[in-house]
């Protein structure tokens, strides 16, 4: 239902942009999330979107970094990374669940029914 896209190699100091295409069913009245997992960890919280976007919270690494944004016209839910570290290397993951509005639930990963299966970032110095 969830597929990510876009992720790769990139430089230090460079910037990506990761996709997510909803299908199979509308994500316009979901709440959407971007995760991110590198070996050894948990997987953690990287930014957030409510439904009509009026929320946005970000993890604390990538504030000011990350830009979520979303289209529900075309079913898509977009990160772009900007002045990308070595510690934002990982598999990204976009994840969607109904009807959640509070940040406190939006940056829990429990908190998500759907979940696509997940793109590489890789950055070199």
């Known amino acids: 239902h969830l597929v990510e896209s876009g992720g790769g190699l990139v430089q230090v100091g460079g910037s990506l942009r990761l996709s997510c295409s909803a299908s199979?069913?509308?994500?316009?009245?979901?709440?959407m999330g971007w995760f991110r997992q590198s070996s050894g960890t948990e997987r953690e919280f990287v930014a957030g979107i409510s439904w009509n976007a009026d929320s946005t919270p970000y993890a604390e690494s990538v504030k000011g970094r990350f830009v979520i944004s979303r289209d529900n016209s075309k079913n898509m839910v977009y990160l772009q990374m900007n002045d990308v570290k070595p510690e934002d290397a990982g598999v990204y993951y976009c994840a969607a669940r109904l009807g959640i509005t509070s940040v406190r639930y939006m940056v829990r990963s429990d908190s998500y029914d759907f979940w696509g299966q997940g793109t590489q970032v890789t950055v070199s110095s």
């Open positions: 199979g069913r509308t994500f316009d009245s979901h709440a």
